[in-house]
């Protein structure tokens, strides 16, 4: 079995700070793991993923993530926000063999404010 | 490469309706899953298809809902008869395996009213 907790529905953060969304899990095999950005009315896009390489994962739009075993962590950051950040991000989590759905968290809404 | 289209875009019915929901995934993939995502939660698996074989179905509820992937290719999620809570966002998402990667539709808004 696996899951996700996102820590935060909402986070705000003013342009040029830095972003941090936090994503546990929890799983009883090596996971893969996964950042999706959902905007408005959209479909999800995928940020980044995790699937066993380098433990720092750089995706698109200057965002980063790096899993830790030992705190079964995968937190998202970008050192500088912009405006266009603003939407609903999800942590995602996947075995690395056998069925391989994703299983979500309940996301975190970034609001970045002017 | 095209990517995974969903229709229709929107839908509204009433209460005790039927409705059907079509997804073609990318030319290809053999894995397709359908997800029901409930407006401020994340996308919970309803289904998910293995070439035209069912993978996992655990979580979909089986007194109404029902899903077919035709030949291996497109799919069709059906709900019979729709309650108010099936109101939600109805995502298709397909995959060539091995967690390469899960390319997911624009969804399905269904308002049950």
């Known amino acids: 079995a696996q899951s996700v907790t996102q820590l935060g529905s909402h986070v705000s953060v003013s342009e040029g700070a830095l972003v941090l969304l936090r994503c546990n899990y929890s799983s009883s095999v090596p996971p893969y793991l996964f950042w999706y950005v959902q905007y408005p009315n959209q479909g999800l896009q995928l940020l980044l993923k995790?699937?066993?390489?380098?433990?720092l994962v750089k995706g698109i739009n200057g965002f980063e993530a790096e899993f830790k075993k030992s705190e079964t962590s995968f937190h998202l950051t970008k050192p500088s926000a912009h405006m266009s950040d603003a939407a609903e991000y999800f942590c995602a989590v996947s075995e690395s063999t056998g069925r391989r759905a994703l299983t979500f968290g309940s996301g975190t809404r970034l609001q970045v404010q002017p | 490469e095209a990517g995974v289209a969903q229709s229709p875009r929107y839908k509204i019915i009433e209460k005790r309706q039927s409705v059907a929901f079509w997804c073609n995934p990318i030319s290809g993939h053999a894995t397709l899953y359908w997800y029901q995502q409930i407006l401020g939660q994340g996308p919970k698996l309803l289904i998910q298809f293995q070439n035209n074989g069912v993978v996992d179905d655990s979580q979909l509820p089986k007194d109404r809902f029902s899903a077919e992937r035709l030949k291996g290719v497109d799919s069709t999620l059906k709900i019979q008869p729709a309650k108010l809570e099936d109101s939600a966002v109805y995502l298709c998402?397909?995959?060539?395996?091995?967690?390469?990667?899960?390319?997911f539709g624009s969804g399905t808004r269904l308002t049950v009213v």
């Open positions: 998402a397909s995959s060539p395996g091995s967690s390469r990667g899960y390319t």
């Open positions: 995790y699937t066993s390489a380098a433990t």
